[in-house]
């Protein structure tokens, strides 16, 4: 049976527990730790229409209590990623939700294309919010029409796939962002990618990174993200994935009250990757000491309309706390 199963658009998954794009490979690299049958879907790290070697080292960076990375969409590129990558995780019981990124709208057209003579791809993930790209990352789009359109051009190509639209939080608002993804007819809002950032390194007296911004991931960003959700379930009607800065399940019960659809777990995976049966029992353990059946039951009521339109999702049922 399924555990809570959950839709994105035309496409049911089993669970709301992803794996972020970028942080469970190709999704077999971890499978002694997490089988990937167990997740409801594995975002692949993102692949774009040629293989890319990423940015120069350094890439990593720990910081107090996160993550900085310029790994620069290091990836094996759309068509060695569709012969060698995706079938062994089909094989392994893995739902496949491909992240892809491209640098114009002709090669998003491409890509979904191409996608299209895949069925067992059933979702995909758009990546309009890498920082650490120049061509196709989050400064190309930070508007919401930019959106609107890399939204159509693959959704119009993909109609029976579920299409996500993953955006950047380095904006000021992400809300046009998300109303713009929505009105290129996107299935659901994956909100956050990591937030700009830098580092110096003091002995060289130089930028850590060659391209000098980087993203910030784990712990955190985790205030910032959920407020981006609360933000974004407030003003779209199609679902949201959250992500940033889920270290247990704490995190993950905050991002189910703020409305979120499904998670993904990210930065969490390098250090425990053990984390899934955790956040699998004390969800279980808080909705059960509650009488609630389902994640999307904890959706709590607002005081106060963040957007003009108001929250239109199912759901908003407040529940009454029982302490
Ligand atoms: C090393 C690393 C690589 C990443 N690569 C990608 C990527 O290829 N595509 C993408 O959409 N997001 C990528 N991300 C962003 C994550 O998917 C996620 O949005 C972000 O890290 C926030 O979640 P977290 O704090 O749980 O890690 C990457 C993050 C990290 C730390």
């Keep these: 049976m399924s555990e809570y199963p959950i839709r994105i ?3 049911e998954f089993k669970n709301p527990w992803f794996a972020a794009s970028g942080c469970f ?11 990937p049958s167990e997740l409801g879907a594995v975002v692949t790290k ?4 040629l293989p890319r070697a990423g940015n120069p080292v350094p890439r990593l960076q720990e910081t107090a209590s996160g993550l900085l990375n310029s790994i620069g969409l290091q990836n094996v590129g759309l068509e060695a990623y569709l012969r060698d990558k995706l079938p062994p995780l089909v094989e392994a019981g893995g739902v496949p939700f491909v992240s892809i990124s491209a640098a114009s709208l002709d090669e998003y057209a491409r890509m979904a294309e191409r996608l299209t003579e895949f069925p067992e791809v059933v979702a995909v993930e758009v990546n309009l919010g890498c920082p650490n790209v120049d061509a196709g990352g989050d400064r190309d789009a930070a508007e919401a029409r930019a959106v609107e359109h ?5 959704k119009e190509r993909l109609p029976d796939r579920a299409v996500a639209i993953k955006l950047t939080p380095n904006v000021t608002d992400m809300v046009p962002l998300a109303r713009g993804a929505e009105q290129g007819g996107a299935d659901a809002i994956v909100a956050i990618n ?11 007296a130089r930028p850590t990174f060659a391209r000098e911004r980087a993203g910030l991931s784990g712990p955190a960003i985790f205030p910032v993200a959920l407020l981006k959700v609360w933000e974004i379930t407030g003003a779209v009607r199609i679902p949201v994935v959250a992500v940033g800065g889920i270290a247990s399940e704490r995190e993950v019960l905050k991002f189910f009250m703020a409305g979120a659809t499904a998670v993904q777990l990210g930065t969490v995976l390098f250090s425990k990757p053990t984390l899934l049966r955790e956040v699998r029992s004390g969800v279980r353990r808080f909705l059960d000491a509650r009488g609630l059946t389902h994640p999307h039951e904890l959706r709590i009521a607002r005081a106060r309309e963040t957007a003009d339109e108001g929250p239109s999702q199912e759901g908003g049922k407040a529940w009454v706390p029982t302490r």
């Design 9 to 11: 658009g035309p496409v």
């Design 25 to 35: 490979g190709y999704g077999l690299e971890y499978k002694e730790h997490i089988p």
């Design 46 to 49: 993102t692949v774009t229409p």
């Design 150 to 154: 890399f939204t159509r051009t693959v």
């Design 194 to 204: 990591t937030l700009g950032g830098m580092d110096i390194d003091l002995e060289r």
